[in-house]
């Protein structure tokens, strides 16, 4: 899953959003959204949806399947 936790980064990052931010807008939690980002916790199917969703990027492209 680091493909993820890189994507999901650089994602947030390019939308200038902290992670905070980020968490406000997709009501998940910031420390969550921090060990995704230190590739600490696999995500759940739902917070990928929520994520996808949120950035409009498919779950093969946010997973590292596609680029």
């Known amino acids: 899953m ?3 936790a ?3 980064k650089e994602l ?4 200038g959003l902290t992670q905070d931010q ?4 997709t009501k998940l939690n910031q420390a969550t959204i921090s060990a995704y980002e ?3 916790i696999t995500p759940t199917i739902d917070a990928i949806i929520i994520l996808c969703t949120f950035f409009k990027v498919s779950a093969d492209y946010l997973i590292g399947l596609e680029d």
């Open 38 to 40: 230190r590739n600490k």
């Open 2 to 4: 680091n493909k993820f």
């Open 22 to 25: 980020l968490a406000e807008k």
């Open 6 to 8: 890189e994507r999901l």
């Open 12 to 15: 947030r990052l390019e939308k």
